[in-house]
C-alpha cells in the first residue's frame, strides 16, 4: 500500500515538472496605409554672398503611401518662392515664384536599423526623388537686367569684365545675366534629403524636413559654371489614414522554469591508512530562466520581469555563480544581419537589467548572440525569440 502511494506522489511530481506552462505575447503587425502632409518652411537658394542672404517662404503638401515597415513612396508639391542677386554696377535682388511636384522614395532607417516598432516616439526617413520646377513671374529679374544691359550699351568704354577688354562692341541680343528668362518655365529638378518625425497620437505626427534640390544653371537667371541649388526647411504635420498597424495576442507553450538541481560530489579524502575517511562536499547549483521578447523588440516585457529577477536572486545567493546569456532571433523573420544585432541586444538588454538594476557586476555575466544560427532551441518560431539565461 505504502509503496503504492509513494509512485503515485512520484508520477504526479514528474508530470508537473513536464508540463509546460502558458504565456501571452503580443506582437505589433505592420499595416500598409496613406498618409498626408502639409508643410511650410523657407527656401535658400544659393547665390552671391553669404549663406542665409535669400531666404525666401516655402510650403509643400504630399500624399504618400508606406508599402511596409521600411519602404514608402510619396508625392509632394513643393512651391513659392526664389530669390536671385548680382553684385555688379551696384547690388541688386530679385524673386520670383514656382510650383514643383516631385516623386520620392521614402526609406525608413529607424525601423531598417532596430526592427519594426510603432511604439517609438521618433521616426527618420531618407528621401529622394525627382520632378519638375514650373517657375514664373520673373519680372524683376528682367526689369534689373534690361536696366544694366542699357546703361553698359549707353557708355562703350565701360570696362568689360574680361581683362584689357572694353564693351566697345555689344552684340544685340547682348544681357547682363546672361540667362534671363520670361513667362513660364519648366525644368527638370532632382532632390534628396531627410525627415524627422515625432508621433504625437498613433495617427498624429510632427515633423521636421531638410531638402536640397537641383536644377540647370539657367534657373536663377545667371550664368554659372554649376548647376543651381535651393534648400528647403520645413515643419509641419503628417496624419496616418487607417490603422498604422494591428495588435495580435497569441498564447504560446513556454517550458516550466528548470528545477534547481543540486549535485553532491564527495571527495574521500584520507590522510593515513588508519585514520577515518573524512568526506568533503561541494554542492554546484545552477538555474536556467528563458526570456522572450515581440517581434523585432529587445524590450523586456512586464511578464518577464519576475525572471530576470529570479536570476539576480540566485546570484545573490550563490556569490561564486555566473550567468551566460544568450540571445537568439527568430530566422523566419527579418535578414541575417538584422536577425543578429537583434539577438545580441535582447541578451544585452538582459545584461542590463541585471546590472544596473540588481547591481549583479558585468564580471559575473557572459553576453552572447546566436542570431538566426540553423541550431534554434524552440521548435515554434515565435518562442525563438528569447535570451536563453544559464546560471551555475
Request: charged residues 20%; hydrophobic residues 40%; proline residues 5%.
Amino acid at each position: 500500500m505504502k509503496l503504492n502511494k509513494i509512485l503515485l506522489t512520484a508520477s504526479l511530481l514528474l508530470g508537473g515538472l513536464c508540463a509546460n506552462a502558458q504565456e501571452t505575447v503580443t506582437e505589433y503587425v505592420f499595416q500598409p496605409h496613406w498618409y498626408g502632409q502639409a508643410q511650410i518652411g523657407l527656401q535658400e537658394t544659393l547665390g552671391e554672398g553669404a549663406f542665409g542672404k535669400l531666404l525666401a517662404p516655402n510650403a509643400q503638401l504630399a500624399a504618400g503611401y508606406k508599402f511596409n515597415p521600411y519602404i514608402g513612396a510619396r508625392l509632394a508639391v513643393n512651391a513659392w518662392q526664389s530669390k536671385g542677386t548680382l553684385n555688379f554696377m551696384g547690388n541688386h535682388k530679385w524673386k520670383w515664384n514656382y510650383v514643383a511636384p516631385t516623386v520620392d522614395a521614402v526609406v525608413d532607417l529607424t525601423n531598417l536599423i532596430g526592427g519594426y516598432n510603432p511604439n517609438r516616439l521618433v521616426e527618420v526617413n531618407l528621401l529622394a526623388g525627382v520632378g519638375i520646377n514650373i517657375g514664373f513671374h520673373n519680372k524683376e529679374a528682367n526689369a534689373i537686367n534690361n536696366e544694366l544691359t542699357a546703361a553698359i550699351k549707353a557708355q562703350p568704354n565701360l570696362p568689360d569684365p574680361v581683362p584689357g577688354g572694353y564693351y566697345n562692341s555689344i552684340p544685340a541680343n547682348y544681357n547682363v545675366l546672361g540667362n534671363i528668362w520670361d513667362g513660364t518655365k519648366t525644368r527638370f529638378v532632382g532632390q534628396v534629403g531627410v525627415d524627422v518625425n515625432f508621433n504625437v497620437t498613433e495617427q498624429l505626427q510632427v515633423g521636421l524636413e531638410l531638402m536640397a534640390n537641383s536644377l540647370s544653371d539657367n534657373y536663377n537667371s545667371k550664368v554659372g559654371s554649376n548647376a543651381d541649388w535651393y534648400f528647403n526647411a520645413l515643419v509641419g504635420v503628417k496624419y496616418a489614414f487607417g490603422p498604422k498597424y494591428e495588435t495580435r495576442t497569441r498564447t504560446i507553450e513556454v517550458p516550466a522554469p528548470e528545477p534547481v538541481i543540486v549535485e553532491k560530489v564527495v571527495e574521500k579524502i584520507v590522510e593515513v591508512p588508519v585514520q577515518v575517511e573524512k568526506p568533503v562536499v561541494k554542492e554546484e547549483v545552477s538555474m536556467r530562466r528563458d526570456i522572450f521578447f515581440t517581434i523585432s523588440n529587445s524590450t523586456i516585457a512586464k511578464s518577464e520581469q519576475a525572471k530576470v529577477q529570479q536570476i539576480a536572486d540566485f546570484l545573490k545567493e550563490n556569490p561564486e555563480a555566473k550567468v551566460v546569456i544568450t540571445g537568439y532571433a527568430d530566422k523566419g523573420t527579418g535578414t541575417m544581419a538584422i536577425n543578429l544585432r537583434l539577438s545580441k541586444q535582447r541578451a544585452q538588454t538582459v545584461a542590463n537589467e541585471l546590472q544596473k538594476k540588481y547591481g549583479i557586476p558585468a564580471s559575473r555575466m557572459e553576453v552572447k548572440s546566436m542570431g538566426e544560427s540553423e541550431y534554434q532551441p524552440y521548435p515554434d518560431p515565435v518562442q525563438n525569440r528569447v535570451a536563453i539565461c544559464i546560471a551555475k
